[in-house]
């Protein structure tokens, strides 16, 4: 089993930038992805972007080019750089962890972060 606890949400106005961090333990040797979601109130779950133990990024199109995601495996830390933030980016933010190859980039990954909440006016 992996625990996922996400940091780094706070307040920030529009334009401004963000980095969210999601720690993992337990059983991590064996994490092949981990991906990044959001959910605003009352609206459904959707993916933000993911990395692969290769290294290899994917962004949904509304953040690409403003958030980028990154890995510290040495610290089993995955990071969400985000920049020029909008009041639709707005939201809690999960992140979620795979050892299957066919869960990444879907919202079937096994484990799941608590979330953190990201609020931009």
């Known amino acids: 089993h992996v625990q996922l606890v996400e940091s780094g949400g706070g307040s920030v106005q529009a334009g401004g930038s963000l980095r969210l961090s999601c720690g993992a333990s337990g059983d991590t040797t064996p994490i092949f992805c981990m991906q990044w979601f959001r959910q605003a109130p009352g609206t459904e779950r959707e993916r933000v972007g993911g990395i692969d133990r290769l290294n290899s990024t994917s962004y949904e199109s509304f953040v690409r080019g403003r958030f980028i995601v990154s890995q510290d495996n040495a610290k089993n830390t995955m990071y969400l750089s985000m920049n020029s933030l909008k009041p639709e980016d707005s939201g809690i933010y999960y992140c979620?962890?795979?050892?299957?190859?066919?869960?990444?980039?879907?919202?079937?990954?096994?484990?799941w972060g608590q979330g953190t909440q990201v609020t931009v006016s």
């Open positions: 979620a962890a795979s050892y299957y190859t066919h869960r990444c980039r879907s919202f079937q990954a096994e484990y």
